[in-house]
């Protein structure tokens, strides 16, 4: 995860008030680059909605017609991009997304003030 300033403040100016500085534009492309994939799209959505908040990936590889390595790629992508984090249980990781990092993304694209 990266170290912007934009990323790591509790707040920051919306998108629409202030053109982003070219590492802040780097940092966030890499963030959208991780969102669009559907397969890491759809592993990001049952995160956030697991119950308890978070998933273990035990439950995520057999909802996709990809192999368990495939599976962990995606995750690392997600992981690489701050948007979830983990921790390993026995065998088993569990995820949940980082509220802060899908706030952030939600207050930048709308526009609206911290």
Request: proline residues 5%; charged residues 20%.
């Amino acid at each position: 995860m990266s170290n912007l300033p934009l990323l790591e403040s509790g707040c920051c100016t919306p998108l629409v008030r202030e053109p982003l500085g070219e590492a802040q534009a780097a940092d966030l492309a890499g963030v959208f680059k991780a969102l669009g994939d559907p397969v890491r799209l759809r592993l990001l959505s049952m995160i956030a909605s697991g119950s308890g908040g978070e998933v273990c990936v035990c439950d995520l590889t057999g909802a996709f017609d990809v192999t368990g390595p495939t599976i962990s790629h995606h995750l690392k992508k997600l992981r690489e991009a701050g948007l979830i984090d983990g921790d390993r249980r026995g065998t088993w990781v569990y995820y949940r997304v980082v509220p802060e990092r899908l706030a952030l993304l939600s207050q930048l694209l709308s526009g609206a003030t911290a």
